[in-house]
């Protein structure tokens, strides 16, 4: 199954300050998807990201605040704009491998102070 | 609309002992699949095992396996001769129609 690497693996950011975190995957993979995690809770779908057009976002989510790039079958990136302490979680990224599930980067533990 | 429900926050087992872990779906569409995923303090996801919902026998993966009641929706994940190791959050998770949905999770301990 594919790997992704994921980083930064955490950050300490400034209120106002916008962070992106990267994933890389080992192969080629059509869809991926970005995740929110408030700790010891489930995973929140953020957005799905399809090379070569715009990032589809879920309800409470939007492009101006997590502007997202797909710019190959092996790329993408999620910025979370603007941060505030509220934005403090656990961000994930995920790759579909069709029917044999999801693969997932290892996280980036977010705080902002 | 689809859901996953995990009625379970908290689970406890004795080392080799067996615990099960309960999650219950819903969903309008005849072709899915099912997961459960292992996240330890690490945050990695790990997939555990997995079962096609066309498939009538129950997915086994060492010492996990699934009861997998189609009419009932009904998914729930047996770990025989529990490890310390399998202390971690686990999350029954639903694929269909290209979307993954979560249940909340549930934590399980591992007595020693």
């Known amino acids: 199954s594919a790997v992704i690497s994921q980083k930064p693996s955490r950050d300490i950011c400034q209120r106002g300050t916008s962070l992106t975190i990267q994933c890389q995957v080992d192969s080629q993979v059509t869809m991926m998807f970005w995740y929110r995690q408030q700790p010891g809770q489930s995973l929140t779908l953020i957005a799905t990201a399809n090379q070569g057009s715009e990032a589809t976002y879920e309800s409470g989510f939007v492009i101006d605040k997590f502007p997202i790039s797909r710019p190959n079958l092996t790329f993408s990136t999620l910025t979370v704009s603007n941060m505030s302490p509220e934005d403090s979680s656990i961000y994930l990224c995920?790759?579909?491998?069709?029917?044999?599930?999801?693969?997932f980067g290892s996280g980036t533990r977010l705080t902002v102070v | 609309a689809q859901t996953v429900t995990q009625s379970q926050p908290e689970m406890s087992v004795q080392e080799a002992e067996t615990v099960t872990l309960s999650c219950t779906y819903d969903t309008s569409e005849s072709d899915y699949y099912l997961f459960w995923y292992k996240q330890p303090p690490s945050r990695q996801m790990i997939l555990v095992i997995r079962q096609e919902a066309y498939k009538q026998q129950n997915a086994t993966e060492n010492r996990f396996s699934v009861n997998f009641q189609k009419a009932a929706k009904s998914f729930s994940l047996k770990i025989s001769d529990s490890q310390l190791g399998d202390a971690a959050m686990y999350f029954c998770?639903?694929?269909?129609?290209?979307?993954?949905?979560f249940g909340g999770g549930t934590r399980l301990m591992v007595k020693p």
């Open positions: 998770a639903l694929n269909a129609g290209n979307m993954l949905t």
């Open positions: 995920s790759a579909s491998q069709g029917n044999y599930g999801y693969t």
